[in-house]
Every structure is written in C-alpha cells, then in structure tokens.
C-alpha cells in the first residue's frame, strides 16, 4: 500500500509540474497551439488560448491538491509502521 501511494504521488507531482509548464508556455507564447496542430478555430483572436491557459492551471491546482492528500496518506501510513 505505501508504495502505491509512493508512486501515485509520483505520478500527480509529474502531471502536475507538466500541466504547470503548459500553463506557463501558454501565457508566454500564446500562439503555440496554432503552430503545433495548425489551426486557429477563435479566428486569431486569443479567446481560445486564454481559455486553455485557464484549463491547465485548474488542472495544476487539481494535481497539487490531490498530490498532497496523498503526500500525507503516504506519510501517515510510514509513520503508523
């Protein structure tokens, strides 16, 4: 069980600094998304950017809120053993 939560927690603090970094390159070159998959369904007007911005931070938060419930499930169980 310790290890599965080890592990568990490894994979969200992953997710977690991956979604953060997209969030990051998002706000700071915008114009990613269009050049990787080579459309632009807002017309060019940034809406749709700022709206993935949005999503991969809320999914950051997520990751690190969940991390840290494990982190001290993990914690706890090391220390009842």
Partial sequence: M???LRLR???EAVLFVVA???FVLTLAWPEWIE???GVEPDGGSGALEWL???GFLVVAVLFAWDGRRTHRRWRALASAS
């Fill in 52 to 54: 993935i911005a949005i």
């Fill in 35 to 37: 050049e990787v998959f």
């Fill in 2 to 4: 310790e290890r599965r």
């Fill in 9 to 11: 927690w490894l994979m």
């Fill in 20 to 22: 953060l970094g997209l």
